[in-house]
């Protein structure tokens, strides 16, 4: 029974190459019939007349309103956002688009009147064709994906133009794949992955959608908005998949007696991601770390700029970007300067030397720091006397920063500027590392046994 299926399948797949190969073989021989017979006719040369025509007039229209377009839009354009390449996209299509606006009333008019019109078919069929790929791909790809979905879609365009399309399907469907019990076409694999990397695509695009209107309305918070935004974006990776599955005919109930040891094989080879993906969420929920915040991570210390799903990208003073995983924000040791306050205390260490008017010393420091224009003024800066060193007399600076994404080392620079500058006015030493040597005199050279 299984080798009468199979031959029956086989059969299926070789009419279907010969009614191919007769639709093209005649497709060939009409072309070839068409440039002997009616290419030079008047008719025909008429129609290609309007049609360079059309195409000069519409090349021309698009010169020119994208000259007038590229002056009103030249501020949106030059920036490296969705919005600017909406209008970049935009100007390429002005002329296939003004075709197209030419093409269909004319290919209307010229079917209702009974009119010789297979060049003007052609040629209105490809730039709607082009106009439509163009826009697909700029809405839901990045370049190179555009391009090679372009090429996709193109394929199918030209089979539809001249009509092979049905019996490149009829090859497809007849080319089976055999999978346990479950039997697939080619046909069959290629919408489902046509499918899946549409809806795909649309899901990514609905939450960035939904990322960029939770982000503009200002009512939540960033932590918040990146959970809601993680999720949403999870949900439609598992409803694609399911839909996927559902269009190529995956029985559901088969495929739960296989989940089990597939989520053990994934739970131990992809261990690593899935305990960042968790330790995200958690950070998310409970808000301890928050996009704008600033921490230390061990030597690291800067801006929080985004939180993701894997890992949290840190911004150091340096402008260098650090992608710390998820997983070592709770593991390890972090400081938030930012989690109940943005405000963060300095401690600046300032010797003087012995014998120098301490009073006087702590009062210029605090007169430093008062006039940087970062720091503070409530709680006011303070000068503390700390301690009595080997060959100074050690003073601690305290004072606050509310700013502390801008650096802290900066700040500090400019306080012991004008510590030092007040000093050296009001004669106050810096002191220096001293020792005292002292020299004993020897005893008497001692006597050889």
Not at 236 to 260: A, H, Q, R, Y
Not at 379 to 396: K, Q, W
Not at 435 to 440: F, M, N
Request: hydrophobic share 50%; net charge positive.
């Amino acid at each position: 029974m299984t080798s009468l299926k199979n031959t029956h399948d086989d059969w299926d797949l070789i009419l279907a190459k010969l009614h191919l190969f007769d639709k093209a073989k005649q497709l060939w021989h009409t072309a070839r019939a068409w440039v002997t017979q009616d290419l030079l006719e008047v008719d025909t040369l008429y129609e290609l007349g309007v049609l360079a025509a059309i195409f000069t007039l519409s090349w021309l229209l698009a010169r020119r309103l994208r000259g007038v377009l590229s002056r009103r839009w030249a501020g949106v354009i030059a920036r490296d956002d969705r919005r600017a390449q909406w209008r970049r996209d935009f100007l390429r299509l002005l002329g296939p688009v003004i075709s197209l606006a030419f093409l269909w009333p004319l290919y209307l008019f010229s079917t209702h009147a009974g009119m010789d019109n297979d060049l003007l078919t052609l040629c209105a069929n490809a730039a709607g064709a082009w106009v439509l790929i163009r826009l697909v791909t700029a809405a839901l790809f990045k370049p190179f994906w555009a391009r090679l979905f372009a090429v996709f879609i193109w394929i199918i365009a030209a089979l539809s133009i001249f009509g092979l399309l049905s019996q490149v399907v009829q090859v497809l469907d007849a080319m089976k794949l055999t999978v346990g019990s479950l039997k697939l076409s080619l046909l069959d694999l290629l919408e489902s992955l046509l499918f899946f990397t549409i809806l795909l695509r649309l899901g990514i695009r609905a939450g960035s959608y939904l990322e960029d209107r939770l982000a503009a309305s200002g009512e939540l918070e960033p932590s918040t908005r990146t959970l809601i935004g993680l999720l949403s974006k999870t949900a439609i990776l598992v409803v694609v998949g399911i839909l996927s599955l559902e269009i190529i005919g995956v029985d559901m109930d088969m495929l739960t007696v296989f989940s089990g040891a597939l989520g053990f094989g994934l739970g131990i080879g992809l261990r690593t991601v899935f305990s960042n993906l968790i330790s995200g969420i958690i950070i998310m929920v409970d808000k301890s770390i928050r996009p704008g915040d600033v921490i230390w991570i061990g030597d690291v210390f800067g801006k929080v700029t985004a939180l993701r799903a894997r890992y949290a990208a840190v911004v150091t003073r340096d402008g260098q970007e650090y992608l710390i995983p998820n997983e070592d924000l709770l593991s390890r040791q972090v400081i938030n300067c930012s989690y109940s306050s943005r405000e963060v205390r300095l401690k600046v260490p300032i010797g003087i030397a012995y014998g120098s008017d301490v009073e006087l010393a702590m009062s210029l420091a605090v007169q430093a720091a008062q006039g940087v224009p970062r720091i503070l003024e409530s709680p006011p800066p303070v000068c503390r006397l700390v301690g009595l060193g080997d060959s100074a007399i050690n003073l601690s600076m305290r004072f606050w920063i509310a700013d502390p994404e801008h650096g802290v080392s900066n700040v500090t620079t400019d306080v012991l500027k004008k510590v030092l500058k007040l000093f050296a006015e009001k004669g106050v030493e810096i002191p220096f590392p001293q020792q005292d040597v002292r020299i004993k005199e020897m005893s008497a050279k001692p006597e050889r046994a």
